[in-house]
């Protein structure tokens, strides 16, 4: 990644003590793939306004003006210079409000992070912050106008930083409620079996570096093939076929997981029973290929002896 760049001076406020930082983007998009847009020639196309009373007609962008629709086809035109007196109401304070369990957040309100770093003479009062949290336990709440937009956000303490994160409002926030889902109680052997699956592959932490973009390491490799001249053919997965209102045996289906996961890759999979809906991952074929001659080199191998004394 590029070396950070700070995009904002601003001061954070911890009761009379004004603490100056820095604001850092703490994530990174350019990673992404973008496909352009082209003509069935291959040469680029470009996108031009036209006016909706004179499809004919194209816009420049510099006769374009902002407005608000404030009813049907009835607009309020605002002016660049309105417009920039708009985002100079912003604040470069960050107004903490109140400090709340650090764990008091649902991660569902969760919108843009930043990182935030001491500036100039603020380094103690800034490490002081950082400590008083860690030890207590909590975050910050505070308020923050940026950009002509007034935020709700969290500040919490991590052992090398402070992090910003931008809160979404509740009414940006869907109630799963709503969604009405049946609740059914599970039956004692299944929570069994699924606590003991839990378990099997639970992990203390989690390591970010263990993931990594396999669709986008797909279609680069599409895009290198397409430079070299290859066709590309559509990948078929069976599964995007099947019904999903079979009936599954899921006691059947968790203990198959459990031996799965249990007896390595060469213990066969149990089966599930007649009619159940058979769940299996198959988007890994390279994966699987790899482990083919070893099975069969395996089988190919004599018996010891002391096996067939028995």
């Not at 089966?271 to 159940?276: L, N, Y």
Request: charged share 25%; glycine share 6%.
């Amino acid at each position: 990644m590029p070396t950070p760049r700070s995009i904002a001076s601003l001061s954070l406020g911890f009761g009379l003590v004004s603490i100056p930082v820095r604001l850092y983007t703490a994530t990174e998009s350019s990673a992404a793939i973008h496909f352009n847009l082209l003509s069935k020639e291959g040469t680029r196309v470009k996108q031009q306004y036209v006016s909706a009373l004179n499809p004919k007609k194209v816009i420049p962008r510099a006769e374009m003006v902002k407005g608000y629709e404030f009813d049907t086809d009835r607009f309020v035109i605002f002016q660049p210079d309105e417009l920039k007196a708009l985002e100079d109401g912003a604040s470069h304070l960050i107004d903490i409000v109140a400090f709340i369990p650090a764990d008091a957040v649902d991660p569902i309100y969760y919108d843009k992070p930043y990182f935030l770093a001491p500036d100039k003479r603020g380094g103690k009062p800034y490490n002081l912050l950082k400590k008083a949290m860690l030890t207590s336990g909590r975050c910050a709440l505070a308020k923050w106008a940026w950009k002509s937009k007034q935020y709700v956000v969290q500040v919490r303490a991590q052992e090398d930083g402070l992090v910003l994160q931008q809160l979404l409002y509740a009414q940006e926030v869907r109630s799963i409620q709503d969604l009405g889902i049946e609740k059914l109680e599970p039956s004692a052997a299944e929570l069994k079996l699924a606590l003991q699956l839990i378990d099997q592959i639970s992990q203390d932490s989690y390591d970010p570096t263990m993931f990594e973009d396999e669709e986008q390491k797909r279609i680069l490799a599409a895009i290198d093939a397409k430079i070299a001249g290859q066709e590309i053919v559509a990948t078929e997965h069976p599964e995007d076929g099947e019904s999903s209102g079979q009936v599954i045996d899921l006691t059947q289906m968790l203990m198959a997981s459990l031996d799965r996961k249990g007896g390595g890759a060469h213990k066969p999979r149990t089966m599930p029973a007649k009619g159940s809906q058979v769940v299996t991952p198959i988007r890994k074929p390279i994966a699987k290929a790899k482990r083919a001659p070893k099975a069969a080199a395996k089988a190919a191998a004599p018996v010891p002896r002391t096996r067939m004394k028995k």
